[in-house]
């Protein structure tokens, strides 16, 4: 495919189990991967519980798909989620997925889906089961994208709250795998690269827009220059 082409990107929405206040930063998100041209929303749109999803169909240009409760106590969403994103990867006509959802039954989904090479972006609540996060490209807490695109400041009191110690070890163990220069600084682009290996690090679930934000908001542990390349680098202090 050749790179000015758009990425054709799927958003499957488990409705019984996300946010409908969560769609347009998550369409936001996706914008990044490409264009989002598949957009499904599954349930049962009967219940009362899925108003709200149903107000916004149209808004958003979600594709409301049916699924009846067949037996109590069983979630036929998620099994008609699962065979319309097989579908989807064998046709060979999308290049990632969105997966809007809590649920870990999604985990083997996520984790077939990258077995074929395909980007997975997982969106779903900070409670959601550790297994879904870690199986997809990238999770992010849909409750705390929500405070970061309503607000406009990113370098809050309350995010630099959300900066502890597991943060700033992930990050430095980062910067150290980096390629640094005599100085020790790495381009924060590599650091963040690397970061991003781990699925659950997005610096959106802290509250930031951007990671330079993040690296600002941890002046204590690492300095921050630009340089006349225009690119940022960064070095641990400590």
Known sequence: MPENELKNIALL?????ASHAGIDPVLTVLAELGQVNIRRAYGNWAKP???NWNKITHRYGLQPMQQFDLTKGKNATDIAMTIDAIDLLYAGKVDGFGIMSSDSDFTPLVTRL???GLIVYGFGSDKAPQPFKTACTRFIDVDQLIRTSQSDDSKGTADKEAIDKELIDLLGAAWKASSRDDDGFARLHEVG???GNRSSFDVRNYG???LSDLMRAASDHFLMERRADKQLYVKRLR
């Open 13 to 17: 929405i488990d409705a019984d189990n």
């Open 193 to 195: 690269q690397i970061a």
């Open 114 to 116: 990258r077995q074929d």
């Open 208 to 210: 930031f827009k951007r």
């Open 49 to 51: 519980a899925l108003a």
